[in-house]
C-alpha cells in the first residue's frame, strides 16, 4: 500500500532507520525532540518516496495545549532554518496554501507575521535602525482555484524578477499518523511539491527548478483518510486499495482544534523564519515591530 506522507520521519520509521541510502540523527531538548533524516542516494529516495537531502523534524507539546511562551521551540526551529540557508543574501519566502480553508492556512497565516525588509533602504533604514537587516521579501500567492495561477508559476516569476539568494516555501503537510498532528515541524533543504501529501500533483518547487535553495517548513495539518481508517478498523490492505479506489479526490482527516493548531504554529513558524534571517533582532522588538 502506498501511504501519504510528507514526513520523511515517517517514511524513515516505515522503511526503517538502517535502510542504505539514508542517516538518522536524533537529539533530546529540555521540552523538544529533533530528529533529522538525510536521503543520500538515488535508490533510497526512491525507496523512501522522497527527494534527497536533509529532513529535520522537530517534535513540540501539543500546540492545542502549550504555547511556545518563551520562545524555545521557535529558537531551535529558527537554529535548525539557518544551517539550511546561505549565510547571506536575500531571501524570498512564500507563504503558501489557501488562507479560506483552515487547514491549509498555515502559510498564509505565517507570512502574514513575517517581516519584510526589502524595501527599507537608504536613510529610511538607517534613522530606523534597520539598516543591518537582511533583505526579506513576502507572498502570499494563493491556490490555483481562486487565482487561475498555479503557485509554482508564480514563484518562478517572482523569482526571475527579484533574484533572491533563497526561498522558504511554507505549507500545511500530510502526515501518516494522528499523533504527529498538532506537535510535529519539518524543515527540508529539498524543496517542496505543494500538496503531494494529499494526491494533488503540483510542479515541484526545489533548486532545480527555481535557480537557488528552497528549504520548506510545514506543519502536518492532515492525515491521510484510507490510512487513519486502517489502524482504526484494522483494515487489510486489499480493503485499503479498494477504498481509495472508490474515491476521485484523496481522503484526508484534520482535528478539532484545527483553528488554534494552526494560530499557534503559524506563529512559531513565523517567528523563526524572523529570527533564522535576521538573528540581531530579538524576539520582542519584532513583535513590537510587526504591531
Same mark, same amino acid.
Do not use: W
Given at each position: 500500500?502506498?501511504?501519504?506522507?510528507?514526513?520523511?520521519?515517517?517514511?524513515?520509521?516505515?522503511?526503517?532507520?538502517?535502510?542504505?541510502?539514508?542517516?538518522?540523527?536524533?537529539?533530546?531538548?529540555?521540552?523538544?525532540?529533533?530528529?533529522?533524516?538525510e536521503i543520500l542516494t538515488p535508490e533510497a529516495s526512491k525507496?523512501?518516496?522522497?527527494?534527497?537531502?536533509?529532513?529535520?523534524?522537530?517534535?513540540?507539546?501539543?500546540?492545542?495545549?502549550?504555547?511556545?511562551?518563551?520562545?524555545?521551540?521557535?529558537?531551535?526551529?529558527?537554529?535548525?532554518?539557518?544551517?539550511?540557508?546561505?549565510?547571506?543574501?536575500?531571501?524570498?519566502?512564500?507563504?503558501?496554501?489557501?488562507?479560506?480553508?483552515t487547514a491549509d492556512a498555515l502559510g498564509p497565516k505565517a507570512?502574514?507575521?513575517?517581516?519584510?525588509?526589502?524595501?527599507?533602504?537608504?536613510? *529610511?533604514?538607517?534613522?530606523? /535602525? #534597520?539598516?543591518? &537587516?537582511?533583505?526579506?521579501?513576502?507572498?502570499?500567492?494563493?491556490? !490555483?482555484? $481562486? @487565482?487561475?495561477?498555479?503557485?509554482?508559476?508564480?514563484?518562478?516569476?517572482?523569482?526571475?524578477?527579484?533574484?533572491?539568494?533563497?526561498?522558504?516555501?511554507?505549507?500545511?503537510?500530510?502526515?501518516?499518523?494522528?499523533?504527529?498532528?498538532?506537535?510535529?515541524?519539518?524543515?527540508?533543504?529539498?524543496?517542496?511539491?505543494?500538496?503531494?501529501?494529499?494526491?494533488?500533483?503540483?510542479?515541484?518547487?526545489?533548486?532545480?527548478?527555481?535557480?537557488?535553495?528552497?528549504?520548506?517548513?510545514?506543519?502536518?495539518?492532515?492525515?491521510?483518510? *484510507?490510512?487513519?481508517?486502517? /489502524? #482504526?478498523?484494522? &483494515?487489510?490492505?486489499?480493503?485499503?486499495?479498494?477504498?481509495?479506489? !472508490?474515491? $476521485? @479526490?484523496?481522503?484526508?482527516?484534520?482535528?478539532?482544534e484545527i483553528d488554534l493548531m494552526i494560530a499557534r504554529a503559524?506563529?512559531?513558524?513565523?517567528?523563526?523564519?524572523?529570527?533564522?534571517?535576521?538573528?540581531?533582532?530579538?524576539?520582542?522588538?519584532?513583535?513590537?515591530?510587526?504591531?
Amino acid at each position: 500500500m502506498m501511504y501519504r506522507t510528507d514526513l520523511a520521519v515517517e517514511a524513515a520509521q516505515r522503511f526503517g532507520e538502517n535502510t542504505q541510502g539514508i542517516a538518522v540523527h536524533h537529539e533530546q531538548y529540555p521540552r523538544h525532540a529533533v530528529t533529522t533524516v538525510e536521503i543520500l542516494t538515488p535508490e533510497a529516495s526512491k525507496t523512501m518516496h522522497k527527494p534527497q537531502g536533509k529532513y529535520c523534524t522537530l517534535h513540540f507539546p501539543p500546540f492545542s495545549d502549550s504555547i511556545d511562551s518563551d520562545g524555545e521551540g521557535a529558537e531551535l526551529a529558527a537554529e535548525k532554518l539557518r544551517e539550511m540557508l546561505p549565510e547571506t543574501g536575500s531571501v524570498l519566502v512564500m507563504g503558501l496554501g489557501n488562507r479560506e480553508l483552515t487547514a491549509d492556512a498555515l502559510g498564509p497565516k505565517a507570512a502574514e507575521k513575517i517581516l519584510a525588509t526589502r524595501h527599507i533602504r537608504g536613510e *529610511v533604514a538607517r534613522v530606523s /535602525g #534597520l539598516d543591518g &537587516l537582511r533583505a526579506v521579501s513576502v507572498c502570499s500567492p494563493g491556490v !490555483l482555484g $481562486t @487565482t487561475g495561477i498555479e503557485s509554482a508559476e508564480i514563484l518562478q516569476a517572482l523569482v526571475r524578477e527579484i533574484r533572491p539568494d533563497a526561498v522558504i516555501a511554507i505549507d500545511a503537510l500530510a502526515a501518516m499518523e494522528l499523533e504527529r498532528m498538532g506537535c510535529t515541524l519539518q524543515i527540508a533543504d529539498s524543496g517542496i511539491a505543494p500538496g503531494s501529501g494529499v494526491g494533488n500533483h503540483r510542479p515541484r518547487l526545489d533548486q532545480e527548478t527555481l535557480g537557488v535553495p528552497v528549504i520548506a517548513i510545514g506543519v502536518p495539518t492532515v492525515v491521510d483518510g *484510507v490510512t487513519f481508517a486502517a /489502524g #482504526l478498523l484494522r &483494515l487489510e490492505e486489499e480493503d485499503c486499495e479498494q477504498l481509495r479506489s !472508490l474515491h $476521485t @479526490t484523496p481522503l484526508t482527516v484534520t482535528v478539532r482544534e484545527i483553528d488554534l493548531m494552526i494560530a499557534r504554529a503559524s506563529s512559531i513558524i513565523a517567528m523563526a523564519v524572523n529570527r533564522a534571517v535576521n538573528p540581531q533582532v530579538s524576539r520582542g522588538e519584532f513583535a513590537a515591530l510587526l504591531n
